[in-house]
């Protein structure tokens, strides 16, 4: 028996010498690592253009170590090609490398404005059928020029890529920004009754000579906030110069979708609606008055958020209560109030209402306007009263009832903690 | 060598791997097609005909004094006609064993090895099993002992590390699918659950014949655990109308696994590991109830002169038998369940009902059999 | 295909037939017979061991009647101050003592010789045999009787601490050559009558003692009478060196790469497995003693985790890890890097691309080159004088690990996989399953650069169908993972604290399964 098993075994090897030929080996050093891909589309030549950024890795770690060289050579390279459709352009790549262009470890997709009004479908199959895209890809959508966006530095990680995914992945602080990765953007475009959204990153040009320069961040007051679109009224009080600007990557806002094809683009502040909603909002902080009338202002932190949207049929007519409960901490305080009074916490948790409440109206205001339901109400509606969405025409609900319909928002803030101190520092001054 | 004998666990952990090993990765996608958002309910179902089935064979086996299946269909219908039933069942035996491999060598073409040629993993695949199903049932039955238990904790794992995803109003509306189309993605089910059907091979080898009924509901159920709680995952996170679009509905599952500060990312390999191990024991008793049977049919003593024979037959029908994936796919989801109904129910279950008279004239063996239950 | 079938067919009955011969056949001794005259027994004698320099045939006149007497041993196997006190003084230096109707013969076995153990032989060619061992002849005139006498004084060397089972706690003790004080050793730790011991002497010229013990109230008698079987084959070799050449020649499967008999040199462990109901067998001249049966687990267990508290359930797990670490890293390495690079970590993808830059070898052979290298070094740690041999590991690896890196020949990645191959490697205890190890490793290596993670993956369910179909002495290698047993396999994966530990294990299939107490279980009295 045992000479058997071992004939057997000759067999087996003998199966293997001469079946076995190694068709997918292939080393490490000759791939080219895709780390980012842009895709836009040329609307009069009817043709994608597909820009990777595609890293060296030779010019990484190891060469630093060796020869004491701190990386001056960049490490990353840009290609691009243009094709018929995403794959075409895609193939068109390797007529440039010297090594398969290999996207299983790309992780960020950075998709043009007029690809996405022009609409999703166009690349969504590609990124979904082969085997190395994953589902959980980081796909943004830009109001830049995709090329120009790629060619970007980074402030903080080795290329704009790694900037791009890291920031996208923190997980210690989310706020301003829309949270979706392609899952979720296919999900949201599959569900009947909920249009998806991607995240928005832009590009904001400075000057080579100072990379170190921290952005000036906008400041929201009384809720009501300086709505700049596309960082322009903060370009303006920048110094400008006009020669080797290099842009870093700023990700702020979401992009909305209707189906597949873009609507609009939310800054950030609405985009904390929605992320209140979608209970996927960390550390945000929210800027109230003082309680008492007094000039300066309190800023508080979120920490905890949850959310319930409840449906209810009333006659033939949906009605939707969005609910959000938060709690949080007082984080800074500049006026001279004494805060530690129940009624100057009602009266701040009243105002912290007040901001989530404009914040997600802001939202409902405009995906209205543009016959989107990002929050997913319709879906609600479908998920509690089958009976009702089945009645509905095709495109009822987006054109119009979404538009009509009665939404309660109700905010349910609570102030936990007051960090360190109670009152400010300079309290007794300015008594 | 005639007292092989597997222990009620073995023939438990046998029965589930067999039941388990391909419909894990194949089954959700098509079941999903069915019964879309409640495609959980027909898994249900699907394991409660899978314990009818169980119920039948063992039915079945212990009115003829826990023979085998072959043997009981000679005892019953006659030495020829019994034999030609063999034939038969041969025949699906081959089927099943040339579409699992295909199943297997195609998975991981697609998923894995796209420019490898599947003739590759068809001939390798084959070899090494047959190697298994040389040392006989025990060594088998052995090996699915070790082999379920790392397939079940993978599984888990795959579960658990998806856990945070889980989105329970995506099961919302509850319900809504047609009855017919449940009952459709249940029966789909079916084709694997009826699968302890094998169970009836194995009467002749078992330590405890009286425990069998429990081994193969055991089994039944561990696997329409699973399945429901595929289903039920795959639910919650891929979400129904993408869980249809799908082929290979956990490798999707899978692939979303992404704890990147854990380094517990792109974690295909755990597909790899529960797929080939799943399938290699699953193939190799497949090939050794093949090789047994063909032996009994034809009254030889030494089954194993019919491994290598079989083993290339069963290779060559894989490769030649469906010319895509799709073929594949459509035999699974529209065939397989039928083929199924009439070998593993309504050919058991008329077996059943022609022996009864033949249970009236000895009755002990029948009523001692039927007290065990 | 039938020529295949044809010649299996043709195996198998050969094979059984070479079975019933075999256990028919019985070794033969030539028989010469003792003549009366102690004339004819010298020639005779002088015959059979001829003449040696070591071999001293002394004629002596004894001293109460005066007659001619012949003593013959072997120099400086024999105690020459015994000897000369208790053998030659009494023979030759008194007068009479006693008065008996007893034959000369009788007398000198009863009363003269005050040694020990003395054997009678009614078979030159047998005593010439213990002389060889130390015995002392004495062959007088008119008996057809030869009388040995065991004087015996080998030279040997002192207990010391066993070189390749050391232990944190424990006996700093292990066998030595002489199986008569490794049978001490062990008589030391286990003092019951239980303790049954078989003797047979193997080789038919070394003539090796092959002694093996079992506890007779615990040991399974099947089992006891399949060692005793299979010993049998050692009497018709013609020489027993080493435990090892018994081993060969009673494993089950000769052809598994896989260890089927366990060796230690540690009395305590020795005693340890006797109370398991397992059979030890000793071999003179070597310190190592065979356990069988032997599970595959017990290759990866050491008698310090049983001294050490509970706590040595972890090393255990640990152990467990390093099994695979051992065998499966290196190919697992080379199909992800060269086959599903998709499967890298986004984190390790930049770093293991950017230490592959510019490395000649595609990984298979990278891995390939670096662990036969490895090897090298290992081999050469081990033959050479410790001190030596530390040297040359140090020099072969710092010296050849920096410059292959600095020369960019090999990455630094592919060292540290090699690296903690090699050390996972060094935590298995056992030396012979370590070497499987290390083969297998090789094999699996080439099945991943052929067919990426499926090769890895048909490999080892190739190797585990191997594991599963062994058996050492009927007991099912795997066991207690396969065949499933929870009971012995909580003591197998961990290690039960002491007092949990109330029955012997299942898979030896004991008389006595009870090993102690069930309410062993320590804590303040109440």
């Known amino acids: 028996m045992k000479t058997r098993l071992l004939f057997l075994c000759l067999l087996t090897a003998y199966t293997l010498l001469f079946t076995g030929g190694c068709w997918d080996q292939g080393e490490l050093e000759e791939l080219a690592l895709v780390q980012a891909i842009g895709i836009d589309y040329l609307p009069q030549e009817k043709k994608f253009e597909v820009t990777t950024s595609i890293i060296r890795p030779g010019e990484l770690g190891a060469g630093g170590m060796e020869g004491g060289i701190e990386g001056d050579a960049e490490p990353m390279r840009l290609i691009t090609t243009r094709g018929k459709t995403l794959s075409g352009a895609m193939e068109q790549q390797n007529a440039f490398l010297s090594r398969r262009a290999y996207y299983a470890h790309n992780d960020v997709v950075i998709v043009g404005e007029k690809l996405a009004s022009q609409g999703m479908h166009l690349i969504l199959d590609r990124l979904t059928r082969e085997r190395d895209t994953r589902l959980t890809l980081n796909v943004f959508v830009t109001g830049d020029n995709v090329k120009e966006f790629l060619r970007g530095g980074s402030r903080l990680e080795i290329s704009l890529p790694q900037e791009i995914r890291q920031m996208k992945l923190r997980t210690n602080q989310r706020s301003l920004r829309g949270e979706a990765n392609l899952l979720d953007f296919i999900r949201n475009l599959l569900q009947s009754g909920q249009d998806p959204y991607l995240p928005v990153v832009e590009m904001r040009e400075e000057t080579p000579t100072s990379p170190r320069e921290a952005e000036i961040g906008e400041t929201g007051k009384d809720g009501k906030r300086e709505n700049e679109v596309n960082g322009e009224n903060i370009n303006g009080e920048k110094e400008e110069s006009t020669e080797n600007k290099v842009g870093y990557p700023k990700m702020y806002g979401t992009a909305v979708f209707r189906e597949d094809r873009l609507a609009g683009f939310l800054d950030g502040y609405e985009t904390k609606g929605l992320l209140y909603v979608e209970e996927s909002l960390i550390d945000s902080r929210e800027t109230i008055n003082d309680p008492e009338g007094k000039p300066g202002e309190i800023v508080l932190i979120t920490i905890d958020n949850s959310s319930r949207i409840l449906t209810e049929v009333v006659n033939g007519k949906p009605r939707i209560t969005v609910k959000i409960e938060e709690e949080g901490d007082i984080c800074c305080q500049t006026s001279a109030t004494n805060l530690f009074t129940p009624e100057n916490f009602r009266r701040m948790e009243q105002s912290k209402e007040e901001v989530i409440k404009g914040y997600v109206k802001d939202v409902l205001e405009k995906t209205r306007k543009w016959e989107t339901d990002i929050f997913g109400f319709g879906n609600k509606i479908k998920q509690n009263h089958p009976g009702y969405w089945e009645d509905l025409e095709k495109g009822e609900w987006r054109e119009e009832i979404y538009p009509k319909l009665e939404v309660e928002i109700q905010v349910e803030s609570n102030i936990r903690r007051t960090g360190l101190i109670e009152r400010p520092p300079f309290y007794e001054y300015y008594q | 060598m005639q007292t092989v004998k597997i222990s009620t666990y073995q023939a438990a952990t046998l029965l589930t791997i067999t039941m388990l090993a391909t419909s894990i990765l194949l089954v959700p996608s098509n079941v999903a097609s069915e019964a879309g958002r409640d495609a959980w309910l027909s898994f249900i179902l699907g394991t409660l005909l899978g314990m009818l089935t169980a119920l039948l064979a063992a039915a079945l086996a212990q009115k003829h004094g826990n023979a085998g299946f072959h043997a009981i269909a000679e005892k019953v219908m006659g030495s020829l006609p019994g034999k030609l039933l063999g034939l038969l069942y041969l025949a699906f035996y081959l089927l099943l064993t040339a579409s699992l491999i295909r199943e297997f060598a195609s998975f991981m073409a697609t998923a894995f090895m796209p420019l490898t040629p599947i003739s590759v993993f068809v001939l390798l695949f084959t070899v090494s099993c047959i190697c298994t199903a040389y040392l006989g049932l025990e060594v088998i039955a052995r090996l699915s002992e070790i082999v379920l238990p790392v397939i079940v904790f993978f599984l888990l794992l795959i579960l658990f590390l998806q856990s945070d995803q889980y989105e329970l109003s995506a099961l919302l509306p509850l319900l809504r699918t047609p009855p017919e189309n449940i009952l459709r993605g249940a029966f789909v089910f079916w084709g694997w659950s009826g699968q302890v059907f094998f169970l009836l091979l194995l009467y002749p080898y078992l330590e405890k014949p009286g425990q069998a009924l429990k081994a193969s509901l055991i089994a039944v159920s561990i696997v329409g655990f699973f399945l429901t709680a595929g289903a039920f995952s795959l639910e919650t996170v891929l979400q129904y109308p993408l869980t249809e679009r799908t082929v290979f509905a956990l490798l999707a599952f899978v692939r979303l696994i992404n704890l990147t500060g854990f380094l517990l990312e792109r974690v295909d390999a755990v597909v790899i590991v529960i797929w080939v191990a799943g399938a290699f024991v699953k193939a190799s008793f497949m090939l050794h109830i093949t090789s047994i049977s063909l032996a009994q049919v034809f009254g030889v003593t030494e089954s194993r002169h019919f491994l290598l024979p079989l083993a290339a037959l069963n290779s060559a029908l894989s490769i030649f038998l469906f010319e895509s994936s799709k073929e594949l796919e459509t035999f699974i989801h529209f065939l397989w369940p039928i083929i199924t109904l009439f070998f593993l129910v309504l050919i058991p279950f008329l077996l059943y009902f022609l022996s009864f008279p033949a249970s009236k004239r000895s009755s002990a063996p029948g009523n001692k059999g039927g007290g065990q239950q | ?526």
């Open chain 3, 1 to 526: 295909m039938f020529k295949y079938i044809k010649n299996l067919i043709k195996k198998t009955r050969y094979k059984s037939l070479q079975y019933s011969q075999r256990s028919s056949r019985q070794p033969e001794h030539p028989h010469y017979p003792v003549p009366r005259a102690l004339k004819d027994k010298t020639t005779t004698l002088g015959q059979i061991i001829g003449h040696s320099p070591d071999v001293i045939f002394r004629r002596f006149t004894l001293g109460f009647n005066r007659q001619e007497a012949l003593a013959v041993y072997v120099d400086g196997l024999v105690n020459t101050e015994y000897q000369n006190e208790s053998f030659f003084k009494p023979l030759m230096a008194l007068e009479l003592i006693g008065t008996g109707k007893a034959s000369d013969y009788e007398t000198i076995k009863n009363s003269l010789v005050n040694l020990g153990e003395i054997n009678e032989h009614d078979c030159l060619w047998a005593a010439s045999l213990t002389a060889l061992s130390g015995d002392t002849l004495l062959l007088v005139e008119g008996t057809e009787k030869v009388l040995s006498v065991n004087t015996r004084g080998l030279p040997e060397r002192g207990i010391e601490e066993p070189k390749r089972e050391t232990g944190v706690r424990g006996p700093h003790e292990g066998f030595v050559e002489n199986f008569r004080t490794s049978i001490a050793q062990l008589r030391i730790r286990l003092k019951s009558p239980d303790l049954t011991f078989e003797t047979m002497r193997g080789g038919t010229h070394t003539n090796t003692d092959v002694a093996f013990c079992y506890m007779k109230g615990i040991a399974n008698p099947g089992i006891v009478e399949e060692v005793k079987h299979r010993l049998r084959r050692i009497t018709h070799t013609d020489n027993i060196l080493e435990s090892g050449n018994i081993e060969e020649l009673i494993e089950d499967n000769p052809h598994s790469p896989f260890p089927q008999l366990e060796i230690t040199e540690r009395p305590d462990k020795a005693v340890s497995q006797l109370l398991e109901g397992r059979v030890i067998i000793f071999t003179d001249t070597t310190p190592f003693v065979l356990i069988a049966p032997s599970l595959f687990w017990q290759f990866i267990q050491s008698s310090d985790d049983y001294y050490q508290r509970w706590m040595g359930s972890f090393v255990r797990v640990i152990r467990i890890i390093a099994l695979f670490v051992a065998l499966f890293l290196p190919s697992v390495y080379v199909a992800i890097s060269s086959y599903h690079q998709e499967m890298l970590p986004f984190a390790l993808i930049l770093s293991v691309a950017s230490v592959r830059e510019g490395i000649p070898f595609p990984v298979f052979v990278e891995a390939f080159l670096m662990e036969v290298v490895f090897e090298f070094l290992r081999e050469a740690g081990i033959r050479l004088p410790m001190q030596i041999g530390q040297a040359v590991t140090i020099i072969g690896a710092l010296l050849i690990g920096e410059a292959a890196i600095m020369a960019n020949l090999v990455s630094p990645a592919m060292l540290i996989i090699v690296a903690s191959t090699g050390i996972a490697s060094f935590l298995i205890p056992a030396f012979n399953l370590a070497i499987t190890l290390r083969l297998l490793r090789f094999g699996i290596i080439i099945m991943a650069g052929l067919l990426g993670l499926f090769g890895v993956m048909i490999a080892f369910m190739l190797l585990l169908t191997h594991l599963v179909s062994l058996r050492s002495f009927g007991v099912p290698y795997m066991s207690p993972l396969a065949p499933l047993n929870l009971r012995d396999l909580k003591n197998v994966l961990i290690r039960m604290p002491r007092w949990k530990e109330d029955k012997r294990p299942h898979s030896s299939r004991t008389r006595d399964t009870r090993r102690q107490d069930t309410d062993l279980q320590p804590g303040p009295e109440n």
